[in-house]
C-alpha cells in the first residue's frame, strides 16, 4: 500500500508541475520535458515496483522455508529503503524543474531589463536631439480700444479680422494665441480697433 501512495503521489505531482508550468507561462518545449520526466519517474516506479514483488516472493519463501520472524523484518527494511529511495527520486527531480524554472525566470527578467534600458535609451537620445520649441513673443503695440469677439463655429482668426476690419497680428497679440487654428466655439476674443480718425 505504501508504495501504491508514493506511485499516486509521484503521478499528482507530474500532473501539477505540468500545470503550474502551463499557468506561469511556460513553453510547450518545457512542457514536453516535464512530461519527459514524469515519464523517466514513473518508470523508474515501475522499476521499483518490480523489485518490491521481488522482495515479496523471497520474504514469502523465506518465511515457508524458516518460519521466522527475522528474516520478514530485513525484508521489510529492505522495502523501506527501496521507498526512501524513490522519495529521494521524487525530491531530486522537484529540486532540478525548480532550478531550471528560476534560471528561466531569471533569463527573462534578464531580457526584460535590456529591452527596458534600451526604449529608455532611445527615449532619452529621441528628446536630446529634438530642436527646443521657442514660444511665441508677443507685444504690446496694439490699439487699447475694442470690442469682444464670441467665436461661432467655422470662424478662423483670419476671417475673424477681415470680418471686423481688424489687424490680424493685432488680435495676436492682444489675445496671446500662441497656435491660431486652434480657435474654439464659444472663446471670448478681444478685437483691438484703431481709434476713430478725428475731424
Not at 508514493?6 to 508550468?21: M, N, R
Not at 526604449?119 to 475694442?146: C, M, N
Amino acid at each position: 500500500m505504501k508504495f501504491f501512495r508514493v506511485g499516486c503521489a509521484l503521478l499528482g505531482l507530474g500532473v501539477a508541475l505540468s500545470v503550474a508550468h502551463a499557468q506561469s507561462g511556460a513553453s510547450s518545449l518545457d512542457i514536453a520535458n516535464l512530461r519527459e520526466d514524469v515519464n523517466l519517474l514513473t518508470q523508474r516506479l515501475g522499476d521499483l515496483q518490480i523489485r518490491v514483488e521481488q522482495l515479496e516472493r523471497e520474504n514469502a519463501d523465506l518465511k515457508n522455508q524458516t518460519g521466522t520472524a527475522a528474516q520478514t523484518y530485513a525484508t521489510v527494511a529492505q522495502l523501506n529503503d527501496a521507498v526512501a529511495e524513490l522519495n529521494r527520486t521524487v525530491k531530486a527531480a522537484t529540486d532540478e524543474t525548480k532550478a531550471e524554472t528560476l534560471a528561466k525566470v531569471s533569463v527573462q527578467l534578464e531580457k526584460l531589463a535590456k529591452q527596458t534600458q534600451a526604449a529608455i535609451d532611445a527615449l532619452a537620445k529621441g528628446q536630446a536631439t529634438r530642436p527646443a520649441v521657442t514660444p511665441p513673443s508677443f507685444t504690446d503695440d496694439y490699439p487699447k480700444e475694442g470690442f469682444s469677439y464670441t467665436v461661432q463655429k467655422g470662424d478662423t482668426l483670419a476671417g475673424i479680422a477681415k470680418k471686423n476690419h481688424a489687424s490680424l497680428r493685432d488680435i495676436t497679440n492682444a489675445n496671446k494665441i500662441v497656435d491660431p487654428t486652434r480657435l474654439m466655439v464659444g472663446q471670448t476674443l478681444f478685437i483691438p480697433q484703431p481709434e476713430a480718425p478725428k475731424n
